[in-house]
């Protein structure tokens, strides 16, 4: 994480989380300067005056040529000891089917909860979001 980041100004992003059933969409990184190859949610950094909203909708499309709705504001992460910021939306599809964007996203998958945890290259913290919905 850049040094530019502080608690005072930390790094905001948006953390996507779509849901069919008992499954979430989640991303295998591409090879990538953050955590290369490893699973996570679909999202990223919020740009200077953008909303979350849009970041959401935005890092959908680039990540996965997907639009979606950003319904609810789940809750915020905090993480590197408050430098970095990232705010959980839940968001349905609006429009096709993700498609992997091969600069940004080297795979995609539904996965359960228990798919999730079972993984050993998952970025530490992306299985917080189960305890929010108790799964």
Same mark, same amino acid.
Not at 28 to 50: H, K, L, M, S
Not at 62 to 73: A, D, W
Not at 74 to 80: C, I, P, S
């Given at each position: 994480?850049?040094?530019?980041?502080?608690?005072?100004?930390?790094?905001?992003?948006?953390? #996507?989380?779509?849901?069919?059933?008992?499954?979430?969409?989640?991303?295998?990184?591409?090879?990538?300067?953050?955590?290369?190859?490893?699973?996570?949610?679909? #999202?990223?950094?919020?740009?200077?005056?953008?909303?979350?909203?849009?970041?959401?909708?935005?890092?959908?499309?680039?990540?996965?040529?997907?639009?979606?709705?950003?319904?609810?504001?789940?809750?915020?992460?905090?993480?590197?000891?408050?430098?970095?910021?990232?705010?959980?939306?839940?968001?349905?599809?609006?429009?096709?089917?993700?498609?992997?964007?091969?600069?940004?996203?080297?795979?995609?998958?539904?996965?359960?909860?228990?798919?999730?945890? #079972?993984?050993?290259?998952?970025?530490?913290?992306?299985?917080?979001?189960?305890?929010?919905?108790?799964?």
């Amino acid at each position: 994480m850049g040094e530019r980041y502080t608690i005072e100004n930390p790094m905001r992003g948006v953390i #996507g989380v779509l849901r069919r059933e008992d499954r979430f969409l989640l991303i295998q990184r591409g090879n990538v300067d953050r955590a290369p190859y490893q699973w996570c949610f679909p #999202g990223g950094g919020i740009e200077e005056g953008e909303s979350e909203r849009d970041a959401l909708v935005r890092e959908m499309r680039e990540e996965l040529s997907v639009g979606v709705e950003p319904l609810e504001r789940l809750f915020v992460q905090t993480k590197h000891g408050g430098r970095l910021l990232l705010y959980w939306w839940s968001a349905r599809l609006i429009g096709g089917e993700p498609v992997a964007n091969p600069s940004e996203v080297a795979a995609f998958a539904w996965l359960t909860p228990d798919e999730v945890r #079972g993984r050993s290259d998952v970025i530490p913290g992306t299985d917080a979001i189960f305890t929010h919905f108790g799964v």
